[in-house]
């Protein structure tokens, strides 16, 4: 075999991994709660974590089926919803919205929203105080959720606001998977990541101080 077919070849093995990757679900996880912000770049199986960043990829691990759990017994009343993960603190969060607002409006219907959840705990010892900030929370969610709706593709929607009297703070838990062509995606990584930069190694000063 002469020397360029073997250029030949090796070119056409680089041009096949580039459409592969084309074809592969590119995308953004976002996760915020007690430990902070976390962003993951999705390609297929893979996970890359770069925020906060580490050195090593890893791919998806397939887990068991957990076991349901047991019923309720009857005339036992329902819990309060718990979510996956402790929240962190609402005041951390807010910083990010304005980026996060940016970012959706600079995709819009390019992207799927895979999944979206957010959970707010309302934290406070007053009941009346506490109703209060349940019903304008939700009279917010309400307003927002048809807007989300109209301007984005959502496959999947968890949305949660409820009371615990024994917390002391507001918490909130994030995430969001975001799935796009590779080139916006970087793009738009390009045009918001110093924003979200910013807004993290100032939260991480402020944990540190």
């Given at each position: 075999?002469?020397?360029g077919s073997v250029l030949l070849w090796i070119l056409a093995g680089i041009l096949a991994v580039l459409l592969?990757?084309?074809?592969?679900p590119v995308g953004v996880r976002v996760c915020y709660d007690v430990s902070g912000l976390r962003i993951c770049l999705l390609a297929g199986p893979i996970r890359w974590q770069l925020?906060?960043?580490k050195s090593k990829w890893w791919f998806k691990r397939r887990t068991k089926d957990k076991p349901a759990p047991p019923a309720r017994p009857a005339g036992k009343p329902a819990g309060k919803?718990?979510?996956a993960h402790k929240?962190?603190?609402w005041s951390n969060l807010k910083p990010y919205l304005p980026v996060f607002r940016n970012l959706?409006?600079?995709?819009?219907?390019?992207?799927?929203v895979r999944r979206l959840e957010f959970w707010v705990k309302l934290g406070g010892d007053d009941p009346c105080d506490l109703a209060i900030?349940?019903?304008r929370a939700w009279a917010c969610l309400g307003a927002l959720q048809p807007l989300l709706d109209r301007a984005l593709r959502i496959r999947r929607k968890d949305i949660q606001v409820y009371c615990?009297?024994?917390a002391e703070d507001t918490e909130a838990v994030l995430r969001v998977d975001l799935v796009l062509c590779p080139a916006r995606l970087l793009g738009l990584l390009l045009r918001q990541g110093p924003a979200l930069l910013r807004i993290y190694e100032e939260q991480k000063i402020k944990k540190a101080v």
């Open positions: 075999m002469s020397v592969a990757l084309l074809v592969l925020l906060p960043a919803p718990k979510p929240g962190g603190a959706l409006l600079g995709l819009r219907r390019r992207l799927l900030r349940y019903g615990d009297f024994a």
